[in-house]
């Protein structure tokens, strides 16, 4: 709905309006129109609101894109002022003072305009014939949403029950329905629109030895818009079937029949498609008084409803598809029924690009096989179905849209931006938020910052299954993530039905309304041609070898996203951008940025990830509304190496990063140690080159910093580093991440006071003083990499000790000769690796206790201790629970050589 972008032009209101607050108080007029325009834009909001949805009403959809112009023209104005009269924040009166005066006659200009504008745009909108059915609150019109439309409940129901790759599930969900629990237990089944919930709940419904168990049986279908009565009487209609229906008359005398019953008969109920906590604890009060061995069975597409309903983790029953094998029989049966499910061996490879393309889904999967039962058995058939793919499943659009309009309005516009990546495109969780928080679709919540709120977005559309993980840190967070192929086809679908987003690959979709993003998507290295009717674009993304061939059109541009684009030198046209604020230009070849850099001074991200930059101009100072600056470049040579980062230097220059939230990797010279002071909302801090005389300054500022979470500090080439100087505060707690890089006589005594730390890594630290009394405690510890941190020969890894710890590395220990773990430590460790300690000839002492303990790696370690580990040795006993035991080996050309040992 245009409601996305109304809403978008209503945060753009509210935040321009802040940042012009004094010349809009000092014009009436001005003032007076926004106030006009903002009570319009709420009416509007409204309006669209209470339509509901479009389907199958062509007067409401061009209502709709008429509305969506209007708030495009509001945005336009607005954004149009800004880019005459571009903001500036000054650290000095006298320049303030001379900078209002150099632009009082350019403000008042540009003022003008806009007011001019708003009346004109007052005067469109009066003149729109639906208006005052707008403002009088008429919704007759439109037909509401799709809730005429099959559920999922209804389609599963329609395909075959005897699907195959559910066995485990069901054999599980079996036992946990007739097992002797004696209180009344519910189990849930949860997964994505389409994983098949709905089909398992029903082969463990329909098992007999379930229906023989239980006196009493009912399936509900709850839906997303609970009626308590109705799902009650259907119970009860199914409990008693030779009632009829009408005796049930209301909610009352239902509980108190069910009340009666529930205490006195085993029984099962399966509630399909519960939505919300809100509707579960309604019907399950019902039931609270449940005779022993009652069971409640549900499914649910939001996994925290899943969770949040049922006493014990592995109740929890998570659907993600069906293995490759099952899938690939399933759509073999359904595809070639006239060859008993055999495929011919010229369709094998189109067949196993469809069956892809499903990703395991069911009701995909079974939906493509009947499609192409009825087509032609031919390669060029089935290339055509496979690159259309989403649009000839409409089960598929069927299952997820409720699922999509059942998200609020921010959720939705942040599920929709996926529609701008590649298929199959996983995108950083932070790189994600980052451009989020840049477009507007986060909003403010008090005492949170705005990155946090952006990632309980993300969090919220994991939950509802709607967006996959495909990487997760070490403590569950999110690390990167994407949708599903045919979510990406729906999605993609509603972007273009919203003026969402636009390929430019499609050369004819460019000339055609207000584009106001833009994805080009090209393999080859070609310049993508872009024209002045692209001004209205607000963000462009660059995926692939393509070339935009004059940046210049995008004059009101906020986000350009070029990573991984071939470039060698920094665009210039891209200071022109004065809307800019999230600038990425990661992983090309870009060796400098350009003084002028400080005429962006809305610019909030700044990425400069794995290029060729080593220094900034002191203008970047000038940027006072950054939050984000990473400039660090990899240069590992291989995947061992613990650390192989290289930052840049800033050099000096007038103003402060006062908001920065990200900084890293840079310098520490003395004008930048001497800023940090100010960076007191930091979140991550890298600094390298740090010398010792610094230590105190740098501990000063950083115990000033009291959102820290992540610390990466490494000192100047042989020189030590001195941390003793913090003095640790409640606020310095949050602190997750810290990374020490240098000499330490030993480890600075505030580290064993972090209660929050998750990872830390010590490198250089050639301290003769064993480290692992300061983290033994530590309750949060997940991963500890030491790279030459200790010059001793022993580690002891004390009784109870290191509780949460998953991952260990111990690496260039060159006098290590002993490792024991006692009863009791490290209980949670699921991966150890060992690498280059060369005097280390046995394995650690009390191995076989790590009983958690998947893989153990190791690299360049000597002939001795892996010959212990080979199997028929004596010692391979010690290591039997071990899943993946891997040697590797340095050779030529510094290429790793790896050794299977499993």
């Known amino acids: ?5 109304v809403e978008a032009t209503v945060t753009l209101v509210e935040l321009v309006s802040s940042l012009i607050l004094k010349e809009i108080n000092q014009k009436k007029d001005v003032k007076a129109d926004i106030n006009r325009i903002m009570n319009t834009l709420k009416t509007m909001q409204a309006f669209l609101s209470d339509r509901g949805g479009t389907h199958g009403n062509q007067l409401l959809q061009d209502q709709v894109c008429q509305i969506r112009d209007f708030a495009y023209d509001v945005e336009d104005a607005f954004d149009e002022y800004m880019f005459q009269v571009p903001y500036h924040e000054h650290t000095h009166k006298i320049t303030k003072f001379a900078h209002g005066v150099a632009q009082f006659g350019p403000r008042w200009k540009a003022l003008h305009g806009m007011s001019s504008r708003f009346k004109e745009i007052r005067n469109d909108i009066e003149n729109f014939k639906d208006f005052d059915s707008l403002r009088a609150g008429n919704t007759s019109s439109g037909e509401g949403g799709s809730s005429g439309l099959w559920s999922e409940d209804h389609l599963a129901h329609n395909f075959d029950s005897d699907i195959g790759g559910f066995e485990g599930h069901v054999e599980r969900i079996r036992d946990q329905l007739l097992s002797g629990e004696p209180r009344l237990s519910t189990i849930s089944i949860v997964g994505l629109p389409g994983s098949g919930k709905t089909v398992l709940a029903k082969q463990v419904y329909e098992c007999k030895r379930v229906q023989g168990h239980f006196e009493f049986r009912a399936w509900a279908h709850v839906s997303r818009s609970l009626k308590l009565d109705e799902v009650l009487r259907s119970i009860l209609t199914q409990f008693f079937p030779g009632i009829g229906g009408s005796v049930f008359i209301n909610e009352v005398a239902m509980r108190e029949i069910l009340n009666k019953y529930v205490q006195q008969q085993r029984f099962l109920v399966v509630l399909d498609d519960i939505w919300r906590m809100q509707d579960w604890e309604l019907i399950v009060n019902v039931f609270q008084n449940g005779s022993s061995g009652s069971r409640i069975l549900f499914t649910s597409r939001d996994s925290n409803v899943g969770a949040s309903c049922v006493e014990y983790p592995i109740y929890v029953h998570e659907l993600n598809g069906l293995p490759w094998k099952k899938a690939s029989s399933l759509f073999c049966k359904k595809a070639f029924r006239s060859c008993n499910g055999i495929c011919p061996p010229e369709l094998e490879d189109w067949s196993e690009k469809i069956i892809k393309k499903c990703e395991g889904l069911p009701l995909a999967v079974i939906a493509a096989g009947n499609l192409l039962s009825g087509k032609r058995q031919i390669p060029y058939e089935w290339k055509k179905l496979h690159d ?21 309005s921010y959720l939705r516009s942040c599920f929709l931006y996926f529609s701008i990546f590649p298929e199959d495109y996983s995108i950083q969780r932070q790189r994600l938020i980052r451009l989020w928080i840049a477009e507007g679709l986060v909003k403010e919540a008090r005492n949170t910052s705005l990155e946090e709120v952006a990632e309980n977005y993300l969090n919220k559309l994991v939950q509802r299954n709607l967006v996959h993980v495909t990487a997760r840190d070490i403590d569950g967070r999110v690390r990167s993530c994407r949708v599903l192929n045919l979510v990406h086809d729906f999605i993609i679908a509603k972007a273009v039905e919203e003026n969402f987003v636009r390929s430019a690959s499609k050369r004819s979709s460019l000339s055609q309304g207000r584009i106001r993003r833009l994805s080009a998507q090209t393999e080859i290295c070609t310049n993508v041609e872009l024209s002045e009717t692209l001004g209205h674009v607000r963000s462009v993304f660059m995926f692939g070898r393509g070339k935009f061939s004059n940046l210049e059109f995008f004059r ?37 940025v350009p003084k002028s850099i400080k005429k962006l001074s809305l610019l909030e991200t700044l990425d400069l990830k794995q290029t060729s930059v080593t220094w900034l101009p002191g203008s970047i100072f000038r940027l006072h509304l950054l939050r984000h600056l990473l400039v660090y470049k990899y240069d590992v040579k291989n995947d061992v190496t613990f650390d192989g980062a290289k930052g840049v230097e800033m050099h000096s220059g007038r103003g402060a990063l006062s908001n920065i939230q990200k900084l890293s990797l840079v310098k520490a010279t003395t004008e930048l140690i001497q800023k940090l002071d100010a960076m007191i909302h930091l979140r991550k801090l890298g600094l390298i080159n740090l010398k010792s005389e610094d230590g105190r300054r740098v501990c000063g500022s950083i115990q000033k910093m009291e959102h820290l979470s992540t610390l990466d500090l490494r000192a100047d080439s042989g020189d030590y580093l001195e941390l003793d100087h913090i003095q640790i505060k409640p606020g310095f707690e949050v602190l997750q991440h810290l990374y020490l890089t240098g000499q330490l006589q030993m480890l600075p005594r505030w580290v064993s006071s972090l209660q929050s730390l998750i990872k830390v890594g010590l490198k250089g630290s050639r301290s003769h003083i064993n480290p692992l009394p300061a983290l033994q405690a530590l309750p949060n510890l997940m991963e500890l990499d030491m790279v030459d941190a200790f010059t001793g020969q022993k580690l002891e890894f004390l009784m ?32 150890l690796t060992f690498c280059k300690c060369d005097k280390l000839n046995m394995l650690p002492l009390g191995i076989d206790m790590l009983t958690r303990l998947q ?48």
């Open 388 to 408: 259309s793919l989403g649009d000839n499943l409409p089960v598929m659009g069927i299952i997820l849209l409720p699922s999509y309009e059942d998200l609020p």
């Open 556 to 592: 009101l541009l906020k986000v350009l996203d070029m990573q991984g684009a071939p470039l060698e030198d920094f665009p210039i046209d891209i200071v022109k951008l004065v809307l800019l604020k999230y600038l990425s230009l990661r992983e090309t070849n870009v060796k400098t």
């Open 1 to 5: 709905m245009a409601s996305l972008a």
């Open 855 to 902: 893989e153990l790696l190791l690299c360049d370690m000597n002939g001795q201790f892996i010959d212990r580990l080979r199997k028929n040795s004596e010692d391979r006993n010690w290591v039997s629970h071990v899943r993946v035991i891997r040697s590797y080996t340095l050779g030529q050309g510094e290429l790793w050589f790896p050794q299977n040992l499993s």
């Open 800 to 831: 109870n000790t290191f509780r949460r710890l998953k991952i260990l590395q111990i690496e260039k220990f060159r006098e290590l000769s002993m490792v024991a773990v006692e009863v009791g430590a490290m209980p949670a460790l699921e991966k």
